[in-house]
């Protein structure tokens, strides 16, 4: 059976706080040959790959292409920070606490503005497309900008003193966005970098993809210390969330965690499937599988990506073989993503039937 896709929520926007005074300066040279660059630890308090996921990268294509600092598409035209998202907005309400990435003082912060989608509010108000947001300046003309936050949550006020690890904030929702994430940027003498090469955003030339999206290593210049760097392996591909739900799913309601973490029951008359990822690359094939407390297989589906997108969510349903309630006890989802003949992913989650 072919799996129906939904392939929108992807999309979000940073824009730095104005800073008084600001001006255009000539390009940057590379980071490592300008004195006093910070160096950068994890911005949010979450185990990257697992509880959140870089969604976004710095685009490394200075033209109206897109394109990662791994060669992958992890990305869009334009875009100047990286995304460090969460899997729903239930986690969102939960609170992940966003980080300082390294010592310095607070100069500039927002807050109280709501955090909504942009598919519902329609957008943010011109210059405040960052939504709430933090600013903390390095010294040495360096600062870092942490936006999309929650409202309420920021715990900083301009002045204050701030060392790697100290808490900012919370991942949110506010600005121009559709999915919870903490937009992380870092720039020098006004110029926006990319953290894991070092080099200014947009300009240059791309990278030269001798090697397979997403293989390439982490560059030589990057700016994150080697505790982060062993942290943010790159992964071109994703599973976000999967499971049952007792109805035919919704994307809607899995990105509202609306589908994790609670039993269903068994007499619901039918069992929808449903998995998001990230990262899908155009022919990539993704499969889910149902397997009940017997250990037999009660389905099996397979969709393909029809083009290279941000995000993907895949339902399906489940009928009952026959009359009655469904056996109790343990039913597994196995979702397995495969690019060509490479297997991308195969992960598996629980979900308890009583």
Known sequence: MRVPVD??????????????GAAQSPAAPPAALLPGAPVLELPVRCRIGAECFVQNYVDADPGPGMQDFACGRLT?????????????LEAMRRG????????????????GMEDVSIRQSGGAPAGRE????????????????????????????PGDRVEAGTPLAEVGLSGNTEFPHVDFGIRHDGHTLDPY???EAGTGEAPACAVDQGKAPMPS???WSDAARRKLAYRPSALLGAGLAPEAPKAEVARDGGYGGKP??????TLGVWAELMGGRKGDRVTLEVTGPDGRRLSRNEGAVPRPLAVLFFGTEVKKPVPGSWPPGPYRVTVTLRHGDETVLREERRVDLR
């Open 96 to 111: 992940v606490a966003v980080v300082a990435a390294a010592p310095g003082t607070v100069t500039r912060v927002r807050d």
């Open 130 to 157: 960052a939504g709430n947001a933090v600013v903390v300046d390095h010294g040495n003309g360096w600062e870092t900008q942490y936006s999309h936050l929650k409202r309420g949550s920021i715990a900083v006020r």
């Open 221 to 223: 210049g990057t700016l």
């Open 264 to 269: 269903l029951p068994a007499d619901a008359p």
């Open 76 to 88: 869009y035209d334009g875009h100047k920070g990286t995304d460090f998202r969460l899997p729903d």
């Open 7 to 20: 392939y929108r929520w992807g999309f979000a926007a940073l824009v730095f706080l104005p800073a008084a």
């Open 197 to 199: 090469t070092g080099k």
